[in-house]
């Protein structure tokens, strides 16, 4: 079974610029997140999704980020415009079924915005 | 609000040395879940061990073992002769029902030849 897939696995983009992060869920998982780690705030939930409906985005730092989930198999994270202090590796990870369940993540996107 | 802490911001071992990392958890709920996670310099995160707040029992995987204590809230990891492909950021972690996964801020083992 292939893993949580994500792409770009770096990207490097100016201030202002419009960022998409893709995420390919393990196929059967029905939960999918959106984490960021960053140095000072560590792993920080973004927004999770069941069934491809968001659940919870109370993480989302503001209205420049975005996320869509359009089907089972593919979930997008979008930065628009992008700031410096968006840069962080932010990691995708799935999970089938209740809290009880193990997440499997992604190997993340390095994000740098200069 | 359900909180984890990892006090141990670093740690520095020599191989094969005994190393224990510490995780202590605050939730309300009764029935909750704690994992670890490892992650390498490679960056991409590891499920390590789940352990459910019903079962106390001791864990011993090889090298790795865990220590689950609901009297102290603690849920700690220790790493038997240590070697160096040890070296990484080891997160703990805690969820229970209609909660989000709340991770700990990790802690960075290195572990010196």
């Known amino acids: 079974d292939a893993g949580v897939i994500q792409s770009p696995r770096h990207e490097v983009t100016e201030m202002g610029q419009e960022v998409t992060l893709r995420c390919k869920p393990i196929s059967g998982h029905d939960y999918l997140f959106w984490y960021r780690q960053t140095m000072m705030r560590g792993l920080e939930l973004l927004i999770y999704f069941n069934n491809n409906v968001p659940i919870d985005d109370s993480g989302m730092p503001e209205d420049r980020f975005s996320a869509k989930m359009p089907n089972a198999s593919f979930s997008t994270l979008k930065i628009q415009p992008s700031e410096p202090r968006d840069s962080a590796v932010y990691f995708c990870?799935?999970?089938?079924?209740?809290?009880?369940?193990?997440?499997?993540f992604g190997s993340g996107t390095q994000l740098s915005v200069l | 609000a359900q909180k984890v802490t990892q006090a141990q911001t670093e740690i520095s071992v020599v191989e094969k040395e005994d190393v224990t990392l510490d995780c202590v958890y605050e939730t309300r709920d009764t029935t909750y879940y704690l994992f670890w996670y490892k992650q390498p310099p490679s960056g991409e995160l590891v499920f390590l061990i789940r352990r459910n707040s019903f079962d106390e029992q001791n864990e011993i995987s090889g090298r790795y073992s865990w220590n689950f204590q609901k009297s102290t809230s603690s849920f700690n990891f220790t790493i038997t002769a240590s070697q160096v492909v040890d070296s990484a950021v080891y997160f703990c972690a805690l969820t229970s029902y209609g909660q989000n996964f709340v991770f700990g801020p990790g802690t960075r083992l290195s572990v010196l030849p």
């Open positions: 990870a799935s999970r089938r079924g209740q809290e009880n369940e193990k997440l499997f």
